[in-house]
């Protein structure tokens, strides 16, 4: 399975994104005056891929999947049905190990 060149359904040549919940800051001088802004970390989501055309979901379509928990990403190839359970509860573990490691 290889991943689509082009959306499956307007044809949209723009690529994919994702849609992610962050932990954003935003940094302002005294006078009120906007200085920078900083994203921390992935509070949620990320892990689902929209056109950028149409804004539609496809991706059970995608052939490589990022889970991410805290920051810390596994990539998955996807294949089988049942490849694709085995590699997500692999990836599923070795987040959690990696999570008690740190935290």
Not at 44 to 70: E, I, P
Request: with cysteine; glycine share 8%; aromatic share 10%.
């Amino acid at each position: 399975m290889t991943n689509p060149e082009r959306c499956p359904h307007c044809g949209g040549t723009n690529g994919v994104h994702t849609k992610e919940i962050v932990d954003y800051k935003s940094f302002y001088d005294w006078d009120g005056t906007y200085n920078s802004g900083e994203h921390n970390r992935q509070i949620r989501g990320g892990n689902a891929y929209y056109c950028c055309d149409c804004g539609r979901n496809f991706t059970h379509l995608m052939s490589v999947v990022k889970m991410r928990k805290n920051n810390i990403a596994a990539t998955m190839v996807l294949t089988t049905y049942e490849e694709r359970v085995q590699l997500r509860d692999k990836a599923t573990a070795m987040l959690e190990q990696a999570e008690q490691i740190l935290f």
